[in-house]
């Protein structure tokens, strides 16, 4: 793995590392109350946006990562 694959790949594990806490307090208090529709909306969006642009490029770290936060 080369400088720039390391890079890719601790980004897109932190990236995805930092929206649990905040899935992990919604799912356990079901309570949506606290969550910005609109950010969560602009969130979701570009997250699905990273995950076609890393298919495009076939960057596999990315794609895997947003399928990871896609689900949550």
Known sequence: ?????????????????SFLPQAMHTFRTKDVRGI??????????????????GLMLGAWPVVIANIITLAL
């Open 36 to 53: 910005s529709l609109g950010m969560y909306s602009a969130f979701t969006l570009g997250v699905a946006m990273w995950l076609v642009y």
């Open 1 to 17: 793995m080369n400088l720039t694959d390391l890079i890719g790949t601790l980004a897109a594990v932190l990236t995805t590392i």
